[in-house]
């Protein structure tokens, strides 16, 4: 299993560029996230879904959308790239409700000049 | 929702000394978990506490759910260089919440 990938790993945008960062996992688990992380921010919950067709928003999502079309992939997209969106970004998967464990995948980094 | 408030934000620690770090919540927990992020990495899941007041060890680890369930903690005994990273805590749900993090240096 390669468990969770996400491409690219390193990105830079431009100031009002649009892109999406790739999400795929091979666990069969219905419950995918996206986080960022910044310095002493922890990590902090963009959008998720508890399985294919359904999302939902997380705690810092303006400026990105989300959508889940299969149980496998969970692509983000930015829509209209800030420098206040340069960040890690993390997604992540897990299974058995809400008490499985998180698998994250090695993360994107972003760079909005 | 759910704030979870993780300390100390850093502990620099001579290799050998313990290390200690607290989740604290104001709220009454139905879990909590940890994770370990090495510099440069992504977090990877240790431990999962549920019942009240419950203890688990890994090796040297040493994690505790406090008895009112509204705060923990993971205790590192003998540090060793292996042990540099960030220690998250995180409560559960469909939402996860992680605390800020405890960057943890040890010094040779």
Redesign the interface.
């Known amino acids: 299993n390669a468990g969770v990938t996400q491409t690219p790993k390193f990105q830079v945008l431009k100031t009002g560029q649009s892109m999406t960062l790739q999400c795929a996992q091979d666990m069969n688990h219905e419950?995918m996230?996206w986080?960022r992380q910044d310095p002493?921010?922890?990590?902090?919950?963009i959008h998720?879904s508890?399985g294919a067709g359904i999302t939902?928003q997380?705690?810092v999502p303006n400026g990105y959308n989300v959508s889940r079309s299969t149980t496998e992939d969970f692509p983000l997209r930015l829509l209209s790239a800030a420098p206040s969106q340069t960040s890690v970004y993390?997604c992540?998967s897990r299974g058995q409700g809400?008490?499985g464990?998180?698998?994250?995948?090695?993360?994107t980094r972003l760079t909005v000049t | 929702?759910q704030q979870v408030m993780?300390i100390p934000?850093y502990q620099h620690v001579q290799e050998g000394e313990d290390f200690t770090t607290y989740c604290n919540s104001s709220t009454t927990l139905?879990?909590i978990?940890w994770?370990k992020q090495r510099p440069g990495?992504?977090?990877?899941?240790l431990i999962?506490l549920v019942k009240s007041g419950e203890v688990k060890k890994q090796k040297r680890l040493t994690f505790q759910f406090g008895e009112a369930k509204k705060n923990s903690s993971l205790h590192i005994t003998a540090t060793q260089t292996t042990d540099v990273g960030t220690y998250?805590c995180?409560l559960?749900?469909?939402?996860?919440?992680?605390?800020?993090?405890t960057s943890l240096t040890v010094i040779p």
């Open positions: 419950y996230s986080y002493g921010m922890g990590l902090r919950l998720y508890v939902d997380g705690e993390f992540a809400n008490w464990e998180q698998y994250f995948g090695p993360g | 929702g993780q934000q139905s879990n978990q994770y990495g992504h977090p990877v899941f999962q998250f995180a559960t749900g469909n939402q996860f919440y992680f605390g800020t993090g």
